[in-house]
């Protein structure tokens, strides 16, 4: 073995396996009807199994969409039907939250409708294409990526058994048998709606991530830009080096704006999927914070319902699937602080630098300062603060639900 590939670094587990996580995605999106959604194309599908494929997907959306709701809202108060008043009234809070999925999923299947073309070529194609930019740029923000796609697989994962969980917990409810089908019914239909939106969520997340770690990569390059810059020193080769850097610097630049139309067109073409996620998270952070007054209230661990065990597992499991996307948002915008704030180094170059360099400079400068984060609908930025406010809100109408409760029970 050679010195060199001695020093060489291995390939992380990611890289040695990173194709067939995105074939498991593929085939999971398939199965829910979201042909649409191919993280990295490796080879084209056939004709005849596309046209088949996309003819599943739009079966199966009417079927959730037209044929399956009106079956529900026929046994609608046998689904809401118990014993417990207070049990009722959190049954009402989690129809209200499979109504809020019920909605992305309609939004969800225009989208991929009216967005098909735009979703494979400029925003899969369009990624691939900076994925083979990036070859030989910095390996560090590639980890930070990494570690990203791990956890959010662990967790979609993590929550898809604890609503099987959930299911078959249903199956000892004590309602009688003609209400527990229905809801073991509506249990199942409501996991197949998560899935169908969760898939859009998960691609919207995978771009996202991509994005950060391409700007990163960039950042560091800009970095390294900026070094050679300043050790520009006078003398014959001036002129050549103030060239060469300008060429860098205005690819960089050109770089630096396909990225940035891929974060705009995945967020806008997302955004009305991302607003039901956001009210989704909303619902379930309420109806958890009322299944844990409800485990309290009782003051006996042998009253409480696996049922609501699993629904407040699965309610913070959800918050946290939330914050992850939001947060990915967060670093994108500090990130384009970041370059802000060096492009601000460059902002004084040395006195020996040629023209067109410093126009570059001023172009770059200019580029930044029309990049502004997108907001979620026109109404929200989505950030961090964003989660915040949805925990904020949940806590205040749970509030609202307590006061109902006290009422119950002095009326019982």
Not at 72 to 83: I, K, P, Q, S, W
Not at 164 to 170: H, K, N, P, R, W
Request: charged share 15%.
């Amino acid at each position: 073995m050679s010195a060199t590939e001695e020093h060489e670094p291995k390939d992380s587990f990611w890289e040695r396996h990173e194709f067939k996580f995105y074939k498991y995605g593929h085939i999971y999106a398939v199965i829910y009807g979201q042909v649409v959604i191919d993280y990295v194309p490796q080879q084209p599908i056939r004709r005849g199994l596309k046209t088949l494929l996309i003819a599943y997907s739009h079966l199966l959306s009417l079927v959730l969409i037209v044929v399956l709701p009106g079956y529900f809202v026929y046994h609608f108060r046998t689904l809401t039907e118990t014993h417990d008043r207070r049990m009722q009234l959190m049954l009402y809070v989690s129809f209200a939250n499979t109504a809020i999925k019920y909605a992305t999923v309609i939004v969800t299947y225009v989208a991929n409708t009216v967005h098909f073309e735009a979703i494979n070529y400029r925003c899969t194609v369009q990624r691939q294409r900076l994925e083979t930019a990036f070859v030989g740029a910095p390996k560090q923000p590639k980890r930070s990526f990494e570690f990203f796609m791990y956890f959010k697989f662990c967790l979609i994962n993590l929550m898809m058994l604890i609503q099987v969980a959930g299911i078959f917990a249903l199956y000892g409810a004590a309602d009688g048998p003609s209400v527990s089908q229905v809801r073991l019914h509506f249990a199942i239909y409501a996991f197949v709606l998560w899935n169908y939106t969760e898939n859009m969520a998960d691609y919207f997340y995978f771009v996202n991530g991509s994005v950060l770690k391409y700007y990163r990569q960039l950042h560091l390059q800009l970095v390294s830009l900026r070094r050679q810059l300043g050790g520009l020193r006078p003398g014959g080769m001036l002129m050549e080096h103030c060239c060469r850097l300008s060429d860098r610097l205005g690819e960089l630049r050109q770089r630096f704006g396909d990225i940035h139309d891929l974060y705009s067109e995945s967020f806008q073409m997302h955004q009305f999927q991302l607003l039901g996620l956001v009210l989704a998270t909303l619902i379930n952070n309420l109806t958890n914070f009322y299944a844990i007054f409800n485990m309290l209230a009782k003051q006996s661990l042998e009253e409480i319902s696996f049922p609501i065990v699993i629904g407040s597992v699965y309610a913070t499991g959800f918050y946290i699937d939330t914050y992850i996307v939001t947060l990915l948002n967060e670093h994108i915008k500090q990130e384009l602080e970041g370059f802000a704030l060096t492009m601000r180094t460059f902002a004084e170059p040395p006195a020996t630098v040629e023209q067109r360099l410093t126009q570059e400079i001023e172009y770059f400068t200019l580029e930044l300062l029309k990049c502004r984060p997108p907001m979620l609908c026109g109404l929200l930025n989505f950030d961090r603060r964003l989660v915040y406010l949805i925990a904020v809100t949940a806590f205040g109408y749970f509030i609202t639900l307590v006061q109902f409760d006290l009422y119950l029970r002095k009326s019982s």
